[in-house]
């Protein structure tokens, strides 16, 4: 029964992304030359930031490992 | 397991969506790829988050996919700036990429780096130490990514021979 409700719920996750992905895809056929410009600068620079964070966070909890080795 | 599906329905919409780049203005579908990349490179950064923070994947193999993602990323936003100045509006104010033969080995240079950037992540020891389930549940991602960038490298490489 629990594998049963697992898989009902990974399909549901599984057309829920299918749906989200579908729409983002109607959204830039929409989009005119300058919007799409717009969104993709928007997007790499939120992308950049969060790399930047992430990358940052990382070597510190690396660095933290080393030093307590 | 949810994770699993997401990544595969991403890689459905891919698939579907670059069987129709061949049909659509050049210009227009080049722009539309910068941005399928850079959205896809943000779901990667999410998801590597997710992993490293849940102990799925260790934190060493967390940065060396970050940093792999950063540089595809940044990649991705020198090519826009490249494309943003071949941007040409017509008497009637239509917008329009028109992609030149100039230029286009630095394009095709900025795309092959990036590919290269995937590829080595892929077999980087630190990545390759993933269990294999959750390393597939990336790679699957990854490959969505390297699909996208095959893509423009074909537009660019179209726009070279004319």
Known sequence: ?69 | MKRKLSTAAISVVVAFSLLFTACGDPGREFVKDTDRVAGYVGTGLTMINRLEGDGSISTAAALKATQALNQVNIANRELIQVAKSYKVTDASGNTTIVLPEEGSARMLAILDTSTATINTLISNPDFLSINPNTRKQIVDLLNSLNATLKSLIDLVAAAKKK
Request: net charge negative; hydrophobic share 45%; no cysteine.
């Open chain 1, 1 to 69: 029964m629990d594998n049963i409700l697992t898989w009902i719920n990974s399909l549901g996750v599984f057309f829920l992304q299918l749906y989200i992905e579908i729409l983002k895809e109607a959204k830039r056929s929409g989009m005119s030359i300058d919007e799409l410009i717009d969104s993709a600068e928007k997007q790499s620079a939120q992308n950049e930031a969060t790399a930047s964070e992430m990358i940052n966070r990382f070597k510190a909890k690396l660095d933290a490992n080393n030093t307590v080795g």
